[in-house]
Nanobody, 127 residues
């Protein structure tokens, strides 16, 4: 089971740090990712990280502003979001992305089925 937290309302240019806590035994050996969905928009890949934390992937819209990390000892993944923009407003979800440990090219940026997502945390950025 996954539980996201850390969302909130901030002004443009501000920062937030999201957390994704897992109660599952497989967290430490499974790649994980962050995804988001805004009302009326498609689900969007934000970032993903391999089980070891060595490999990281970012969507073009967040590259250079967001940083994904994980602490396997705490069964928790993080998303540090800086220089937030109004277009970052969405519900942010985490999900297992086991394919990321073996991916290449576009496959590393795939969005998994929403059935695997946590409930999400709302991020609202005002301009």
């Amino acid at each position: 089971q996954l539980e996201e937290s850390g969302g909130g309302a901030v002004q443009a240019g501000g920062s937030l740090r999201l957390s994704c806590a897992s109660s599952g035994r497989s967290f430490r050996t499974t790649a994980m990712g962050w995804f988001r969905q805004a009302p009326g928009k498609e689900r969007e890949f934000v970032a993903a990280i391999s089980w070891s934390g060595v490999s990281k992937y970012y969507g073009d819209s967040v590259k250079g502003r967001f940083t994904i990390s994980r602490d396997n000892a705490k069964n928790t993944m993080y998303l540090q979001m800086n220089s937030l923009k109004a277009e970052d407003t969405a519900v942010y979800h985490c999900a297992p992305t086991p394919h990321v440990d073996y991916c290449s090219g576009a496959r590393c940026y795939e969005v998994p089925a929403s059935e695997t997502w946590g409930r999400g945390t709302q991020v609202t950025v005002s301009s």
